[in-house]
């Protein structure tokens, strides 16, 4: 599809978005940032808690900044249907709606072309599928998403892409990519909003050259960040990070990497490593409302029967709720279905990732980044030998 737009044509997408780079490790694409925006400043790498409803579950918005977190993620498929990007526009906008003073990303909406493709069809001017509230047709078009993102008056707007699981065939993720490309043009040329930063998304599944030909082409616009998608949907991790590896050094320096959907603590380590500055990722919270707590050592499932009589906290150091109580405790929680046991889990895990982020952008300060990065490769190396050793008994038993 051909379109009119000369990239030589526009300024910068957003006058109140502005990315500080701090500090780069040493033999390493690692690096610290600071990224302003209308309605704070953001210390990367930083970690952002999904909160797909305008909330993050479980939480109040004051034990969300109890936990550290300075930005959240909001859903533009899921806040349009419900309840509607024109009513939150008229209510203020969607900080006052969810009385949230503190920087929002809102998604696109292109996850949702990848997780509803059952009842999808991908066109080249727009994504048709039935609504999951009452099967009513939906048309998301990359202006429609930029309409709706600009009502609800989000810091930073993703533009709408367009996702495939993999393995897929690479016919399907050249297309899709390269729909991707002229989507995010169409979305610049529909943007209204000067405060409102607009970032572009590069896709490409797993081949280098795909990747590489996208982030080219996207480059060439005035983004104020980059995003990498289409990872974290079924490829091994280290697919992922070969991937994150070789297109991190396509995109621009002075401007922000966002890796969407990722991931466990050691994902985000490893993609840090390569040069990545922003996550975000629903594993915390559902994590943590089924029972299982992140921690350096590795993950705590609560329900396990050796926590019954045990008298410490998950994380002797940390500063959140549910580290006020035992894990005997938590655990009693959990096997009384008392809604306290999830919504404390939930804080822990969030107060984990924001801690996590802290201590890694002080390494990088340190000099100590290798060494945290160490740490939990071997901590992930334990866990998945412990694996190993599991599904082998079974297989013997």
């Not at 780069?24 to 610290?32: I, M, P, T, Y």
């Not at 982030?215 to 070969?242: C, H, N, Q, W």
């Not at 040069?275 to 943590?288: A, S």
Request: aromatic share 6%; with cysteine; glycine share 8%.
């Amino acid at each position: 599809m051909e379109t009119d737009f000369d990239s030589t044509s526009f300024q910068a997408t957003s006058c109140a978005c502005r990315f500080e780079l701090l500090q780069v490790v040493s033999g390493s694409r690692a690096r610290v940032g600071r990224l302003h925006l209308p309605h704070g400043v953001v210390q990367t790498p930083t970690f952002m808690p999904v909160g797909t409803q305008g909330s993050v579950k479980g939480l109040t918005n004051p034990q969300l900044v109890d936990t550290g977190s300075e930005i959240i993620l909001g859903n533009t498929y899921h806040l349009s249907l419900r309840p509607g990007s024109d009513r939150i526009r008229e209510l203020g906008g969607l900080h006052r709606f969810i009385g949230w003073d503190r920087p929002i990303l809102t998604d696109s909406g292109g996850f949702q072309i990848f997780s509803l493709a059952d009842r999808l069809v991908v066109s080249e001017r727009c994504a048709t599928f039935r609504s999951h509230l009452d099967g009513r047709m939906v048309e998301l078009s990359p202006e429609e998403s930029i309409r709706i993102q600009e009502n609800l008056g989000s810091d930073i707007a993703m533009v709408l892409d367009h996702v495939v699981g993999l393995p897929a065939p690479l016919e399907l993720i050249k297309e899709a990519s390269e729909r991707s490309i002229r989507w995010a043009e169409r979305s610049l040329m529909a943007s209204e909003r000067s405060e409102q930063a607009k970032f572009a998304i590069v896709q490409g599944g797993l081949d280098v050259d795909l990747r590489a030909q996208c982030a080219e082409a996207l480059t060439k616009y005035p983004f104020d960040g980059f995003a990498i998608g289409g990872l974290s949907v079924g490829e091994p991790p280290v697919e992922m990070y070969r991937i994150v590896d070789a297109v991190c050094p396509l995109l621009p320096t002075n401007k922000p990497r966002y890796l969407m959907g990722v991931g466990r603590p050691i994902d985000l380590l490893e993609n840090i490593a390569c040069g990545v500055d922003m996550f975000d990722c629903v594993m915390p919270t559902r994590n943590g409302r089924n029972g299982m707590a992140f921690t350096d050592a590795g993950p705590v499932r609560i329900r396990n029967q050796r926590f019954a009589d045990d008298p410490t906290p998950l994380d002797e150091s940390c500063p959140c709720l549910a580290c006020k109580h035992s894990k005997a405790y938590l655990r009693h929680l959990f096997l009384a279905s008392e809604m306290l046991g999830p919504i404390l889990m939930s804080i822990h895990n969030i107060t984990y990732y924001q801690r996590l982020m802290t201590r890694v952008r002080d390494s990088i300060f340190e000099g100590t980044f290798a060494s945290l990065l160490q740490h939990f490769r071997s901590v992930e190396s334990v866990q998945m030998q412990h694996k190993l050793g599991e599904q082998n008994d079974l297989e013997s038993g």
